[in-house]
């Protein structure tokens, strides 16, 4: 079975130019969850388990301000610090390796809330597990 995502990317420029391209990725497996982090929590612990190699897309948004870690929530591997509606986004063929995003595979991730309010983690993946 394969699942197919569509991301646009656009761009507006104050002249009332525009340009948008709508984009279709691909692969055999994907993974699409919203979690909620409660104010006041330190290193609260998401289950995903990821080879990074195997990535088609990534997306991670937060509605509030929230750090995310990967791998250890005291000497993380890589650190998200998130602000309200700002995403990471990376999918195959935008131009950079998925080494810029990801130092190493996933094994969980680590939330950190300080917000002052309960936060949205958005996370939606595209994977290839049998490239």
Do not use: H, Q
């Not at 870690?69 to 950079?96: K, M």
């Amino acid at each position: 079975m394969s699942f197919t995502d569509k991301i646009t990317i656009g761009w507006a420029g104050d002249s009332g130019t525009a340009l948008s391209k709508l984009m279709s990725l691909t692969a055999d497996a994907n993974e699409a969850r919203s979690v909620s982090i409660a104010d006041s929590t330190t290193d609260g612990v998401i289950d995903l388990t990821l080879d990074v190699s195997d990535l088609v897309f990534f997306l991670l948004v937060a509605n509030g301000t929230i750090t995310i870690e990967t791998n250890d929530g005291t000497t993380p591997d890589d650190t998200f610090a998130l602000t309200s509606g700002v995403p990471v986004l990376w999918y195959a063929g935008c131009g950079s390796a998925i080494g810029d995003i990801f130092s190493a595979d996933i094994t969980a991730l680590y939330a950190t809330n300080a917000s002052g309010a309960a936060v949205t983690v958005d996370i939606r993946l595209l994977k290839d597990s049998t490239p």
